[in-house]
């Protein structure tokens, strides 16, 4: 074996898989020098670096050291490597690196832990909802190093309290480690020494970010909370430096030359940078689609600094108002960005696409492109659909295109229908700011056929890409998307069966079952109730070099290619199509390929995790001035301590506490998405309409509570809860936030 290792190191350190397999072959936990002799490791300096890959793989949740100094095989001491994930109750639950069935951690256990945490736990046994326990083994890793939170103080004691719910442990700050701050503002604790069993975690403060109701502070907290990158390196602002604003000459060379194709971007009235540009035409037979998307890959080389802070990005984060770009605006606004009537380097994807909308053919081309136009939704839709002479005068030169773009859209959106993806009818909202960067109103985002005709095309380059990727075998990052799990997939038909629905495919029903029953209650008053069990019975889609097709979709091979400046996973498609276009080799390997998969998919979580946040103190802010109001809305979330109501043309939610329901004990049936009294009988069911009042906005715990009109209910309940330092939380603010709002452009 360690001949084997000498023939692949000029400098041998046993590989990790010499090491678990020479344990495996002992069978019993080993000393260091026992494996050191085994695998042919001698001298002071390869014991070194033998020793930090021992620890490396004692991180990974690999091997673990006993207490007698022994190591051995996790899973062989019946040990269980994880990810820790809190709740805001103060148990979590231990989600394993294998995939297996989630270990719960009491609120003893996670004592010593913080969401975010690996950790390696033993099971110690099943509770009475059957579900596995553990008792934390180890620490793998610490999530945080720093935490932002309120700094508060009580006997003289000081703490930050975590503006992240997920962590319940307020880190405790010494005197003379304040770094100036006063009761109540925000602020950046740097922690010293982590939580045990028997303490807090404790820290001292290392910035003052500002008081809590400053303007724009809700965006500065969540990109904190959520360890978002948000400051350029120096290194990376070195590499960009000496980019000039225009494509150089020679970049051009040798690309296919788009430059007399009129293609043209068609992107929202407030979008900023524009990565994908499209063209089509109609010979009477067959459509050609091009699909031209900028090649950011030209400019971010793997391994360079930008590519480093760009992976560790993982994406752009869209806040209301502010974005936090994955590349920086040379490029991001610049160089990658499809601007009218400049030269741009593009990866482009050209199809030919028969009348039954099937893709009998496509390429594609490293290439340098020039938009015609910077098109809008809004204008695409008046001169498409409602034939507005005066846009389509304006844009004469484009518009036979955007006919034939228009008659494909109606083509591709059939064979859609036909092919069954599941496509659900549910509102998104935008927050709507006034002249003062005042919340106005939140409205509900428009969709036209424009926006439809331009998604269209984006699925077609992105099925295209995945097809090459698969046909050479690339291990890529592929966009998969699981079915329902068998437990959701019972729950869903009890659900359904109650309102004399059923959902075919046995037990593996596929899109076109969903597609096929979201149709059928489309004109029932209860749709959106039963589209949203429908939606929450399925999965989140993910990225992974495992290619299993995309559930939703109803593609078997499906991947992100058309947005590299914002989503890195896109970034790597465009570089494993330029090496089969080269006829080089991939140079990736495929457990290197899932982990970054796994990391793009939870920088997309925490991206969606920071701006709900976000939304939600908006939307809490915006309810202030609002309470005693009544509104119509209806119940959009069942659970065992209440009922969640949205607001009827306002699209905010609140709570209706379980004791704010009447005189009566009302019992959670979760199958049926309801709550039932016990005398009364009176229920509360998903999708229900109900007339609520505004009785409590709660902006440190973003949360709303509405009380029945009409209903005998208790007075408000609290929310706040005791800390595990044992003191109050701090105060509740009582007025609105005064002043004009000031908000950055992004």
């Known amino acids: 074996m360690a001949e084997r290792e000498q023939q692949k190191y000029e400098h041998p350190v046993p590989s990790r898989e010499a090491i678990l397999a020479l344990l495996t072959e002992r069978n019993e936990p080993s000393p260091f020098s026992t494996l050191a002799e085994a695998l042919g490791v001698h001298g002071e300096r390869d014991e070194e670096a033998f020793g930090r890959r021992l620890r490396a793989m004692e991180r990974d949740g690999q091997i673990l050291k006993n207490r007698r100094g022994l190591y051995g095989l996790a899973h062989k001491m019946d040990m269980v490597a994880g990810r820790v994930s809190g709740h805001p109750d103060g148990f979590g639950f231990l989600i394993p690196d294998d995939e297996g069935e989630d270990l719960f951690l009491s609120p003893a256990e996670m004592r010593q832990l913080m969401h975010g945490d690996r950790a390696m736990a033993r099971v110690t046994g099943v509770d009475q909802r059957g579900r596995r326990e553990g008792m934390v083994v180890e620490v793998l890793e610490r999530a945080h190093t720093t935490m932002v939170g309120r700094y508060v103080t009580q006997h003289g004691m000081g703490f930050v309290v975590p503006e992240n719910k997920r962590i319940t442990q307020d880190v405790a700050i010494s005197r003379g480690d304040e770094g100036g701050a006063t009761e109540g503002q925000i602020v950046i604790a740097e922690i010293t020494l982590p939580p045990t069993r028997h303490r807090p975690p404790a820290g001292r403060v290392r910035e003052v970010l500002g008081d809590h109701m400053a303007p724009g502070m809700e965006i500065e907290v969540a990109i904190r909370a959520h360890s978002i990158p948000h400051v350029w390196p120096p290194d990376v602002q070195s590499e960009i ?32 940078d524009f990565d994908d540009a499209v063209f089509a035409e109609h010979d009477g037979r067959s459509f050609r689609l091009i699909v031209a998307i900028a090649d950011v890959s030209y400019y971010v080389k793997s391994g360079t600094a930008l590519d480093r802070e760009a992976y560790q990005r993982g994406n752009s984060v869209y806040f209301p108002q502010h974005v936090i770009p994955m590349l920086p605006e040379v490029l991001s606004n610049g160089l990658c960005s499809i601007n009218p009537k400049v030269d741009r380097l593009c990866m482009a994807c050209e199809m030919e696409i028969d009348a039954i909308g099937t893709i009998t053919r496509y390429r594609f081309l490293e290439a340098v492109m020039r938009s015609r136009a910077r098109l809008t939704y809004t204008k695409v839709a008046a001169m498409l659909v409602d034939k507005d002479a005066e846009q389509r005068g304006e844009y004469e030169a484009v518009v036979p295109h955007l006919e034939a773009l228009y008659g494909l859209y109606k083509v591709l959106h059939t064979a859609r229908m036909k092919r069954g993806a599941v496509d659900f009818e549910l509102p998104e909202t935008r927050i709507v700011f006034d002249e003062h960067r005042k919340i106005q109103r939140i409205a509900p985002l428009q969709r036209n056929d424009a926006h439809r005709l331009i998604e269209e095309c984006m699925l077609a380059a992105n099925v295209c890409a995945a097809e090459i990727l698969k046909k050479h075998k690339i291990p890529a990052p592929y966009r998969i998307h699981e079915g329902p799990t068998a437990e959701k997939l019972n729950a869903l038909r009890e659900f359904l069966s109650e309102l004399g629905l059923s959902l075919g495919g046995g037990d593996k029903p596929q899109a076109q079952h969903y597609s096929k029953l979201i149709k059928s209650v489309e004109k029932r008053p209860d749709s959106r109730m039963i589209q949203t069990v429908l939606l929450r019975s399925l999965s989140q889609a993910v990225y992974s070099p495992d290619n ?31 090496s089969i276009l080269a006829k080089r080799p991939a140079e990736i390997a495929p457990e290197r390929a899932k982990q970054q998969g796994e990391h793009c998919s939870l920088t997309e979580r925490r991206a969606d995790e920071a701006t709900r946040e976000v939304v939600r103190w908006l939307k809490a802010e915006f309810m202030m001035d609002k309470i005693g109001e009544e509104f119509d809305g209806y119940i959009s979330g069942v659970t065992n301590f209440g009922i969640f109501v949205e607001l009827v043309e306002v699209y905010v939610d609140g709570l209706v506490h379980i004791t704010a329901l009447g005189n009566d004990y009302y ?15 009176q229920t509360y069911r998903l999708g229900d309409k109900v007339r609520v009042r505004v009785v409590r906005v709660d902006l440190d715990e973003t949360k709303i509570d509405f009380e029945l009109v009409g209903t005998s209910a208790s007075s408000p309940r609290k929310s706040s809860k005791p800390r595990q330092h044992g003191g109050k939380r701090h105060a509740k603010p009582s007025a609105k936030r005064s002043g004009k709002r000031r908000r950055q452009h992004g």
Do not use: C, Q
């Open 667 to 681: 019992h959670f049936d979760a199958a049926h998405h309801r709550l039932m009294g016990e005398r009364t009988r």
């Open 548 to 578: 299993i097709g995309h559930f939703a979709l109803g593609y078997p091979n499906y991947t992100h290619f058309t947005s590299p400046i914002r989503r890195y996973p896109d970034l790597l498609v465009h570089r494993a199509i330029k």
């Open 241 to 272: 430096k000496g980019l000039a604003p225009e494509v150089p000459a020679h970049a051009i060379e040798g690309r296919f030359d788009l430059r007399e194709i009129p293609l043209v971007t068609i992107d929202g009235e407030d979008a900023r």
